[in-house]
């Protein structure tokens, strides 16, 4: 098993990655059904809003016009497409790097915090959602659009093979399940859906008052 990925690691892979990212992920987009996924999860998000791992800005074309969107993401690179392509849809948006497991960021900020295909690749993915709770209006509602552990014990067997080769290279854990950790927080969980295998799933929980 290769050795847990660091933070100054992931920086890195991203950094030296986010000009071919969008390019080599649309297989993975199109086998996985992605796409209704970031629909699903930017269309529901009301308000002030915050992406944590806004990446190079995929979900930026389905946020709703009123929707005040503050992304963070650890790589300067990343960030700068998503720059690129928030200009390209004309949205008004405020992008910083930042680390998910440190949010630079009061308590209680956000009216909803949107986690995408992001917790795979955090170090410390438990810490990472208590920050995005910590950032959110009591009342407020977390958004998952995340890979997980499938159910199913046949695919399951598959990712714990193939996840120490994704680990090295991408430093992407195949395996992780965010729910429990939405969970341990304490919040109301509203609705989750799988789909692909049990891979794919979409979580909405809300902040008790």
């Known amino acids: ?14 950094e030296g990655f986010a000009h071919r990212y969008d390019k080599s992920g649309r297989f993975w987009e199109r086998l996985l059904s992605m796409e209704p996924g970031r629909r699903w999860v930017a269309s529901n998000a009301q308000g002030d809003v915050l992406e944590i791992g806004v990446g190079t800005g995929l979900n930026l074309p389905f946020y709703g016009p009123d929707v005040r ?39 209680g900020r956000f009216d909803t915090v949107v986690f995408s295909l992001c917790l795979c ?8 959602v208590a920050e995005g709770v910590r950032v959110l209006k009591p009342g407020g509602r977390v958004l998952l ?27 992407d854990h195949l395996t992780r399940e965010p729910l429990e950790h939405v969970r341990a927080e304490g919040l109301e969980i509203d609705e989750v859906r799988r789909w692909a295998w049990g891979i794919m799933e979409r979580v909405s929980a809300r902040k008790r008052d």
Request: aromatic share 6%.
């Open 69 to 107: 969107l503050t992304g963070v993401d650890l790589s300067r690179a990343m960030l700068a497409e998503a720059r690129r392509r928030a200009a390209e849809l004309g949205r008004d948006i405020h992008l910083q790097e930042g680390d998910a497991q440190a949010l630079e960021f009061p308590d």
């Open 145 to 171: 659009l995340e890979h997980v552990r499938s159910p199913s014990p046949v695919v399951r067997a598959g990712q714990r093979v193939v996840e120490p080769l994704f680990l090295r290279f991408q430093a």
């Open 121 to 128: 690749s955090i170090s410390d993915d438990r810490r990472a």
């Open 1 to 14: 098993m290769p050795e847990e990925p660091t933070t100054e690691r992931v920086r890195s892979y991203y």
